[in-house]
Each structure stands twice: as structure tokens, then as C-alpha cells.
């Protein structure tokens, strides 16, 4: 130090002690708060969830009561093979008449 620092700043001023962070206890009802917003909200998304599920499969079970129908009248029914594009995947080919006829595509 500098003799003039020492005579302006007495001795042992400028020690350090430790000072430690209080602990908080964390507030119980923001906690509860936080909590019951997320099931909330995971409730919610799970009831959306359902719905479009239910939908889905009203919309799949009305499919295929129209195909086994087709198959019941005794239609020949042939799905596309993979590999045949984005359009021609999930297509489903209905033949009546000779194999080589005429022929309508249901999409899935």
C-alpha cells in the first residue's frame, strides 16, 4: 500500500468477512398455485386429445364399414403397394367387372 492510502485508511478497514444467503423458504402457496396450473393445463390438453381421438375413430369405423360393405357385395378390393409415390400410398382400389376393367380409388 502507499503511504498515503495508509494514512487515509486506518488499519484493518478494509477486512472481508463472509456473508451467507439467507435461506428462503419456499412460499406454499405460489407452490400450489404453479402445481394446479399445470394439471390445469395437462388436463386440458389431454381432453383435446380425446376428442380428436374420438373423432378419428368414428371417421375410421365409418371407412371401414364402407369397405367391408364393398367386400360383402362381393367386390374385389386391392390396396396400391407402398413405394408408388405420396400420392399413392394408403390408396385403395375397388375392381368389378374383369380384373383389367374399369376400376375406383378410395383414399384413405
Known sequence: ????????VPL????GAR???QQQKPDL???????????DSASQTLLAAAEKLSQDAGETSKFVEGVLKIR????AIVQMPAGGGDAQ??????????QKGIHFQILL
Open 29 to 39: 402457496a405460489v407452490t400450489i398455485g404453479w402445481r394446479k396450473c399445470a394439471i
Open 19 to 21: 456473508i451467507s444467503p
Open 1 to 8: 500500500m502507499s503511504p498515503a492510502l495508509k494514512l487515509a
Open 89 to 98: 400410398q394408403g390408396v385403395l382400389k375397388v375392381f368389378y367387372g374383369f
Open 12 to 15: 484493518g478497514a478494509l477486512t
Open 72 to 75: 360383402a357385395a362381393g367386390w
